[in-house]
């Protein structure tokens, strides 16, 4: 019976989570097209709405631990599942992604994600991407930012191994753009797949940054270690048992 309250519990808030995705989407439209920067409060809300009704409606709190980088960096994060983006982006003054480019003309999706500069590729041409993002953050043609980037490259599963993508150590080469790793423990309570939620404290850790200076194989051994440690951490303090 508890189980079924809980299912049922989880299955409204994610129902109102995605209705609430169409009317504030709709809400803030023309204030967006009237002052850019109001994106930036459109989905800061958006995401706090979530956590807050996360908290109550199904017994899933969430918390930042770490310093908020606020300049121009490339956060790396461990990605779980939809709540560790969910947390982060409730938290970074100016997030912004690289996304597929098919993906500007979703709707409201694709209006939102330019507005707050992400930026829209071909497969294959991301670099080319973040180092126009970063030349127009140093001449003033753009704001410093927080470029969210998954050093896995997709969702793994909490207590699962995936190998780690080079793509982070080359953007942090060729783009001179300091590196904060991020480690979670949220795939305990929201999984990658079903409508159950659990409850309980899910954490986004922000680490300490990685600057210049180390080779590639250095950095991504440095990243991997930083990453799966700490959320393997965060996991343990879940209940989460890891294996060795």
Known sequence: MAYAFQWLRSLLFIGQMYVMMLL?????????????NTAFTAIHTYTRWVRWTAGWMVGLKSEIRGEIPTDEVIVASKHQSFLDIIIIVSE???PKFIMKKEL???????????RINCIAVDRGKRG??????VRDVKSGRQQPGQLVIFPQGTRVAAGARKPYKV???????????????????VGVFWK???IY??????VVE????????????????????????????LMREAGLQIKP
């Open 24 to 36: 504030m989407g709709l809400f803030f439209l023309p204030l967006v097209l009237v002052r850019r």
């Open 206 to 233: 922000f680490l300490p940054r990685i600057t210049q200076g180390k080779s590639t194989e250095e950095f991504m051994a440095h990243l991997e270690a930083t990453i799966e440690n700490a959320s393997d951490q």
């Open 92 to 94: 970074l003054p100016r």
């Open 197 to 202: 939620r659990y409850p309980g404290l899910a």
């Open 167 to 185: 793509g982070t150590a080359v953007l942090h080469a060729e783009t001179g753009t300091d590196v904060v790793p991020a480690a979670t423990n």
């Open 104 to 114: 500007k003309w979703a709707p409201i999706l694709g209006f939102y994600a330019n």
């Open 192 to 194: 990658r797949h079903g």
């Open 128 to 133: 080319k991407a973040i180092k126009q993002m």
